[in-house]
């Protein structure tokens, strides 16, 4: 089992920053990629960022540029770091960990959700 608890989100405004913190605890962290998603209300849960156990990132076409995702597998943390935030990014935001299996990546473990609210 993994557990997985967010913090960070709260209230920009159009242009600021916020940074999220996944806190990890469980089974050895190192052995998963670990991902971001957001969903916004009335929308599916979508994609934000990846970044895998070598250390290389993937992003989602809408954050790219502008959020960096990161880890410190020692301390068991990922991180999002969230700039030139936009009212469109307002969503909650999950850590999850991520893994392949069968050519198709698989979720297993999820945070509860972190409020992210920007304001024009």
């Known amino acids: 089992q993994v557990q997985l608890v967010e913090s960070g989100g709260g209230l920009a405004q159009a242009g600021g920053s916020l940074r999220l913190s996944c806190a990890a605890s469980?089974?050895?962290?190192?052995?998963?990629?670990m991902g971001w998603f957001r969903q916004a209300p009335g929308k599916e849960r979508e994609f934000v960022a990846r970044?895998?156990?070598?250390?290389?990132?993937y992003y989602a076409d809408a954050v790219k540029g502008r959020f960096t995702i990161s880890e410190d597998n020692a301390k068991n943390m990922v991180w999002l770091q969230m700039n030139s935030l936009k009212p469109e990014d307002t969503a909650v935001y999950y850590c999850?960990?991520?893994?392949?299996?069968?050519?198709?990546?698989?979720?297993?473990?999820w945070g509860q959700g972190t409020q992210v609210t920007v304001s024009s």
């Open positions: 999850a960990t991520a893994r392949l299996g069968g050519g198709t990546w698989i979720y297993d473990y």
């Open positions: 970044i895998a156990w070598s250390g290389s990132t």
């Open positions: 469980g089974r050895t962290f190192g052995f998963y990629d």
